[in-house]
């Protein structure tokens, strides 16, 4: 007698649990990469609003924009970073983390602007007493979207981006 030629009943479910396990695996790997990508882009976003910001205060007499930290909606007519530093950049989408979800549909902007330093000369920046620090924040993201445990973007006064918190109150 000829056995007819397939797979049995056992075989087939070892075949799907193995399948199970390797996207049970796959899944968050995945999911990370995908976080870590978007957090480079909008270290990215970052950069080039640095670019931006230095063809400003090249045109401004090396004077910090006088902006807001961020607007509640599209709507509101005040002068913010994603208005004031729009024509310094070619990149249309500067101001969108790829993580925001929600913000820059309501705002326009996933960053926040450090209103302290607004106005201030480039030269003689300060911050919760720290004088002329290269590592004061002047861009960050609005909220905590990328991978934990540095879950927020932030560009410095030396125009770097990172997610790691630089700037120290204490000497």
Not at 43 to 64: F, P
Not at 107 to 128: H, I, P, R
Not at 140 to 160: C, Q, R, V
Request: glycine letters at 8%; proline letters at 4%; hydrophobic letters at 40%.
């Amino acid at each position: 007698m000829k056995r007819a030629r397939g797979f049995t009943l056992v075989e087939i479910l070892v075949t799907i649990t193995i399948i199970i396990v390797l996207a049970a695996i796959s899944v968050p790997l995945a999911k990370r990469g995908l976080g870590k990508a978007r957090q480079s882009t909008c270290l990215s976003n970052l950069r080039s609003i640095g670019v931006g910001l230095e063809s400003y205060l090249q045109d401004h007499n090396r004077k910090m924009p006088d902006i807001a930290a961020g607007r509640s909606s599209k709507d509101d007519d005040m002068k913010v970073l994603e208005t004031e530093l729009a024509t310094y950049l070619t990149a249309k989408d500067a101001f969108k983390c790829p993580a925001d979800g929600k913000q820059f549909a309501k705002t326009g902007c996933s960053y926040m602007w450090n209103s302290a330093v607004s106005g201030q000369l480039e030269t003689k920046l300060t911050f919760l007493g720290k004088d002329g620090s290269p590592q004061i924040p002047l861009v960050f993201d609005k909220e905590a979207w990328h991978p934990e445990p540095k879950g927020t973007n932030i560009l410095y006064a030396d125009f770097s981006a990172s997610s790691e918190l630089r700037f120290k109150t204490n000497n």
